[in-house]
């Protein structure tokens, strides 16, 4: 017997219950009345083409397609399926695997990384980008946090900053270069405060400190979204980015709130 935890909504009531999968030879010691999975209801016990047994929990009619789906513990499946289906041979992908290759999450992840990359992540800003990414939650921002927490997506968030910074020609060795210099050249006019710096980036790297998912939510800098050009209710469109140029300015990210990123890279840029 093998006991499987899932969330499931029954009866309007979404809760974390035990589910129990057995083998054909304990669900017949048992007693249970078992069907083909193919022909299984809410509650009835089903065997599987992997010879185990265990309780359908959903069973929906697809209004536009009208083909018929059945959903157990480990996985969900189409009645008119031709390959095997069963526990063991058919294991449902983590709901974050799914998320991950959906248009909504990578446009929210684009326009993660431009924020990022520009400026220290406020609330503000986690306000928008969940709903960028799921404006039609009761609370955007709490399922962009959940989000954030997978591991799927953060690989995502780390490919999207290295593909943006290699098409700038910063590449992890480069930066190491460039870092190295940095160390030698603050040890050699005694600056060994900027030295330590150095080296806590090397120990960053290392991740013998911490982690992205404990560095990622800061909000000890406030930004004045005055300083914004904005996109306006209802036009999708507008660019992040400071408008102060007393100061060179970082990579300018154009943000569509509809259709993703756009990064240009400007006359002159330095990334330590």
């Known amino acids: 017997m093998v006991v499987i935890e899932r969330r499931f909504a029954i009866n309007g009531v979404q809760k974390k219950r035990p589910y129990y999968v057995y083998t054909k030879d304990e669900a017949e010691e048992k007693g249970y009345d078992i ?38 513990p480990f996985a969900r499946a189409f009645t008119n399926r031709k390959k095997p289906f069963g526990y ?3 294991q449902e992908k983590h709901w974050a695997e799914v998320e991950a290759g959906k248009t909504r999450t990578k446009r929210a992840v684009k326009a993660y990384v431009a924020a990022v990359m520009d400026h220290t992540i406020t609330e503000e800003d986690e306000r928008r980008l969940g709903k960028l990414y799921r404006h039609d ?5 709490a399922s962009w946090r959940r989000l954030l927490r997978q591991k799927p997506i953060q690989d995502m ?3 999207e900053m290295a593909n943006i910074l290699d098409r700038h020609g910063v590449t992890p060795d480069t930066v190491v270069e460039d870092l190295v210099v940095l160390k030698d050249k603050a040890v050699e006019d005694k600056q060994y405060n900027v ?11 290392l991740g013998m400190k911490q982690g992205l998912g404990e560095t990622e939510h800061q909000t000890g800098v406030q930004v004045d979204w005055s300083q914004f050009t904005l996109p306006e209710e209802g036009t999708g469109t507008g660019v992040i980015g400071p408008n102060n140029t007393t100061q060179p300015e970082p990579i300018k990210t154009e943000i569509s709130w509809e259709t993703g990123i756009k990064v240009e890279k400007p006359d002159e840029t330095h990334i330590i």
């Open 35 to 72: 069907v083909s999975w193919r022909e299984a209801k809410p509650g009835e016990w089903a065997l599987d083409d992997a010879n185990y047994v265990s309780q359908c929990v959903a069973r929906t009619v697809m209004p536009k397609t009208g083909n018929t789906e059945v959903k157990f």
């Open 88 to 90: 063991g041979i058919t």
């Open 137 to 141: 939650q009761l609370k955007p921002i």
């Open 157 to 159: 968030i780390l490919a």
């Open 195 to 205: 030295a330590r710096q150095v080296l806590d980036r090397f120990v960053d790297m």
